[in-house]
């Protein structure tokens, strides 16, 4: 892949934002041992809300990197999985946490020195995402 990849209007652009959004990356994660019920999620999870949690798994289905597994006996009893392109995501996300934990105290540590030195300093501004990952309505 050349560098002109991530200039471009791209796949691998396509990839940065499906991994840039909060959640979809910590929902992927919580799925990589098996399927689960939305409440299951969301005890292993912590810190989501029902709705971010419920926007999120159909942002993912949407994007073909979650199934959901209606039963037929019990409609109201959901499951959530991985379809075989989610898994894909896995190997890239562990290498993006492994990085995390290496050099999140660093970065933590650079932002609390732009903090502390220049009280003007700005706020970074939010990325913008050339490609819309969310369901359409």
């Known amino acids: 892949m050349t560098t002109d990849a991530f200039l471009a209007d791209c796949r691998a652009r396509l990839a940065f934002d499906l991994l840039s959004n909060t959640w979809n990356a910590v929902v992927l994660w919580a799925l990589r041992d098996g399927p689960r019920r939305p409440v299951e999620l969301r005890e292993r999870i912590g810190g989501i809300s029902s709705k971010v949690l419920t926007e999120t798994l159909r942002r993912l289905q949407f994007n073909?990197?979650?199934?959901?597994?209606?039963?037929?006996?019990?409609?109201?009893?959901?499951?959530?999985?991985?379809?075989?392109?989610?898994?894909?995501?896995l190997a890239p996300i562990d290498a993006v946490g492994a990085w995390a934990f290496e050099y999140g105290d660093d970065v933590m540590a650079a932002q609390e020195a732009a903090c502390t030195t220049d009280p003007r300093s700005p706020r970074p501004p939010r990325p913008a995402s050339n490609y819309d990952t969310s369901p359409v309505n």
């Not at 073909?64 to 995501?89: I, Q």
Request: hydrophobic share 40%.
């Open 64 to 89: 073909g990197l979650v199934d959901r597994l209606a039963d037929p006996e019990a409609p109201s009893r959901v499951e959530y999985r991985l379809t075989a392109l989610g898994r894909t995501l």
